[in-house]
Antibody, heavy 119, light 107 residues
Framework: QVQLQESGPVMVKPSETLSLTCGVSGDSISSNHWWNWVRQTPGKGLEWIGEAHHSGTVNYNPSLKSRVTISLDKSNNQFSLKLTSMTAADTAVYYC????????????WGQGTRVTVSS | EIVLTQSPGTLSLSPGERATLSCRASHSVGINYFSWYQQKPGQAPRPLIYATSTRATGIPERFSGSGSGTDFTLTISRVEPEDFAVYYCQQYGLSYTFGQGTKLEIK
């Protein structure tokens, strides 16, 4: 079955850009699925960040849209998240997840990676 | 944005009892776009129910989902020790949103 694994820094400084990667095995990034990022904080709970499809379509949470970029790397079968202008409010556990096109839910999740914003 | 409100915040039950978890949406949600997840400490959310009432792969029959419009319910017919966790509802409209969670704890 599909497995997802997040990688990236555990800490970033305020105002910096967070870059995370999600490696995918057991499925192709070019399959008919959406590739998502979701984060979880004690204060706001689970928050969807955005999604990308191999067709080139991307969708972002309106509240984060100005700071987010999600892209697919087909050659390495992985996808990435870039979140600019990080603040303490962005401290969270970041998950990558797969969702289906027809049945709209997150059917597979990575284990999550904790990112702290601190100087 | 559709806001999901879960109740109760905490549910205290003994193993073998029936659990009823509720999720109310601020606007109507299509039945194909409503899901439930279970999360245990230190783990990612695990899909339980999708399309309102369909159990995800490997989910026991004691878990069931129902509802329509703005009111949805997750029922655990007889709670097992491994079911004590936090449960989240989730919807997809123009964007995905999650409820704040219901913690199912041992009484």
């Amino acid at each position: 079955q599909v497995q997802l694994q997040e990688s990236g820094p555990v800490m970033v400084k305020p105002s910096e850009t967070l870059s995370l990667t999600c490696g995918v095995s057991g499925d192709s990034i070019s399959s008919n699925h959406w590739w998502n990022w979701v984060r979880q904080t004690p204060g706001k709970g689970l928050e969807w960040i955005g999604e990308a499809h191999h067709s080139g379509t991307v969708n972002y949470n309106p509240s984060l849209k100005s700071r987010v970029t999600i892209s697919l790397d087909k050659s390495n079968n992985q996808f990435s998240l870039k979140l600019t202008s990080m603040t303490a409010a962005d401290t969270a556990v970041y998950y990558c997840a797969r969702s289906t096109v027809t049945i709209v839910y997150f059917d597979s999740w990575g284990q999550g990676t904790r990112v702290t914003v601190s100087s | 944005e559709i806001v999901l409100t879960q109740s109760p915040g905490t549910l205290s039950l003994s193993p073998g009892e029936r659990a009823t978890l509720s999720c109310r949406a601020s606007h109507s949600v299509g039945i194909n776009y409503f899901s439930w997840y279970q999360q245990k400490p230190g783990q990612a959310p695990r899909p339980l129910i999708y399309a309102t009432s369909t159990r995800a792969t490997g989910i026991p029959e004691r878990f069931s989902g129902s509802g329509s419009g703005t009111d949805f319910t997750l029922t655990i017919s007889r709670v097992e020790p491994e079911d004590f966790a936090v449960y989240y509802c989730q919807q997809y409209g123009l964007s995905y949103t999650f409820g704040q969670g219901t913690k199912l704890e041992i009484k």
